[in-house]
């Protein structure tokens, strides 16, 4: 209990936090998926967008459920890091449902039970040892939820330059039955100078009209090549990589 008056301020708060966040899925799998395909043949009416949104308030138990278990692992070695979390937006949803493919060519098959990023938390350390040590942690844990997937950017950059961890939660997936068994969660583990680039890249996408973030294929080659530059650079720093004098000149020029 302690652990969740660290976050909602009281065991009351707690409870209450809690109980607020049960809604639970009042449709099939089958029918969600459904509704998500006539959002992308027929466009958005009330009737498929009352599936989405209850599918997609459905995820902030096992949202909370996530947030907390990280933030004991969190408290011992990065007792001041931020962790935050957020339901992916309604528009941003229909809008992957909706938009051309990454790569301009293929087909847009996306299906919304499939995202596995509607509920997300974020956290965010001051160091490579910090980052490092926590997603050690979680790799240990013994808990009921299962580690569906699990990508260290930091081995292998995207196309932009992005760093950091991602690891991907299925909730209560050693449980037999849960009202929320299945339910995907996505954390994210930067660094502060990684949280610094990705920030930076949003604001330019927002400010110029960019599509960096959300596809990349699709963005100016110039922005990319400054912006994995600039990761690299950030990367040295935090010691992720080693760059020598000769590679910064090259780089700078």
């Not at 096992?62 to 001041?80: C, D, E, G």
């Not at 959300?214 to 992720?240: H, K, Q």
């Amino acid at each position: 209990m302690s652990d969740l008056m660290s976050i909602f301020g009281t065991p009351t708060m707690a409870n209450a936090q809690y109980e607020k966040g049960k809604i639970k899925l009042e449709f099939s799998k089958n029918q969600i998926k459904k509704a998500g395909e006539s959002i992308r043949k027929e466009g958005v009416t009330n009737d498929n967008v009352k599936l989405i949104q209850n599918y997609r308030a459905a995820h902030l138990y096992p949202l909370m459920i996530i947030k907390n278990l990280v933030w004991k692992h969190i408290q011992k070695i990065a007792p001041n890091a931020i962790i935050a979390r957020r339901l992916k937006r309604l528009p941003t949803i229909i809008d992957k449902l909706t938009r051309d493919t990454l790569d301009g060519i293929n087909k847009n098959t996306m299906c919304v039970t499939r995202m596995q990023d509607i509920g997300g938390c974020r956290v965010i350390v001051d160091n490579k040892e910090q980052l490092l040590r926590i997603n050690s942690s979680l790799e240990q844990s013994r808990t009921l939820h299962i580690t569906k997937l699990s990508r260290d950017y930091n081995i292998n950059p995207k196309k932009t330059g992005y760093r950091g961890i991602h690891r991907i939660y299925q909730c209560y997936g050693k449980r037999k039955e849960h009202d929320w068994k299945g339910f995907t969660i996505e954390l994210q583990l930067r660094a502060r100078l990684q949280h610094l680039w990705a920030t930076t890249v949003e604001v330019v996408d927002l400010c110029e009209g960019k599509t960096l973030k959300t596809n990349p294929y699709d963005a100016d080659p110039r922005w990319i090549a400054f912006f994995r530059e600039m990761s690299d650079f950030l990367a040295d720093e935090d010691g992720f990589i080693s760059l020598s004098n000769e590679q910064k000149t090259q780089k700078k020029q």
